[in-house]
Antibody, heavy 121, light 107 residues
Framework: QLQLQESGPGLVKPSETLSLTCTVS??????????WGWIRQPPGKGLEWIAD???????YYNPSLKSRVTTSVDTSKNQFSLKLTSVTAADTAVYYC?????????????WGQGTQVTVSS | DIQLTQSPPFLSASVGDRVTITCRAS??????LAWYQQKPGKAPELLIY???TLQSGVPSRFSGSGSGTEFTLTISSLQPEDFATYYC?????????FGGGTKVEIK
């Protein structure tokens, strides 16, 4: 059974960089036909797609965050990562990593449990 | 960007009720639509993909329909474990977008 697990600091200071890692177990991040992505949910609000990355490193970013977001993949560790720079309180959210099928149908079929990130001094 | 408008935002229903949630896209997305269920404090779970295909393990009381710009999620007989928030997501083009959610509450 595929599992995804987010990790990283739960508290980040304003203007600093948020860094999260998603570790994939029970399957290979290099499997073709899938992208690996980040989605966030501010407290009490809906879901916002942040980014996708392929195992070969092709990236897709939400234009609303593009200037501040970087994603990377480490196939040797079966991990992918998110960096969000110059954070503000508006970046406080639960951050999810998820797998997305990209061969035919496009859905996010496996999700991590989510990690709360709070931006505060 | 493709905007998704879900209605209603809140829905109060009883166990056994038939429930329908609508998701409208601001432009045609063929059948590139997924539905997710989210319970408090939990990650979203995939219910339906490709507008009408039931994800493995999801009860058959859930169904999806539609194509183009109008989609529906139907729960044929609401069960206690179905009280949750439901989101649609378009996967037709980047940036991927979600609807605002529909919270299904106990009447």
């Amino acid at each position: 059974q595929l599992q995804l697990q987010e990790s990283g600091p739960g508290l980040v200071k304003p203007s600093e960089t948020l860094s999260l890692t998603c570790t994939v177990s029970g399957g290979s991040i290099s499997t073709s036909g899938y992208y690996w992505g980040w989605i966030r949910q501010p407290p009490g609000k809906g879901l916002e797609w942040i980014a996708d990355i392929s195992h070969s490193g092709s990236t897709y970013y939400n234009p609303s965050l593009k200037s501040r977001v970087t994603t990377s993949v480490d196939t040797s560790k079966n991990q992918f990562s998110l960096k969000l720079t110059s954070v503000t309180a508006a970046d406080t959210a639960v951050y999810y990593c998820a797998r997305r099928e990209v061969s035919v149908t496009g859905e996010n079929d496996y999700w991590g449990q989510g990690t709360q990130v709070t931006v505060s001094s | 960007d493709i905007q998704l408008t879900q209605s209603p935002p809140f829905l109060s229903a009883s166990v056994g009720d038939r429930v329908t949630i609508t998701c409208r896209a601001s432009q045609g997305i063929s059948s590139y639509l997924a539905w997710y269920q989210q319970k408090p404090g939990k990650a979203p779970e995939l219910l339906i993909y490709a507008a009408s295909t039931l994800q493995s393990g999801v009860p058959s009381r859930f169904s999806g329909s539609g194509s183009g710009t109008e989609f529906t999620l139907t729960i044929s007989s609401l069960q206690p474990e179905d009280f949750a928030t439901y989101y649609c997501q378009q996967v037709n083009s980047y940036p991927l977008t979600f609807g605002g959610g529909t919270k299904v509450e106990i009447k």
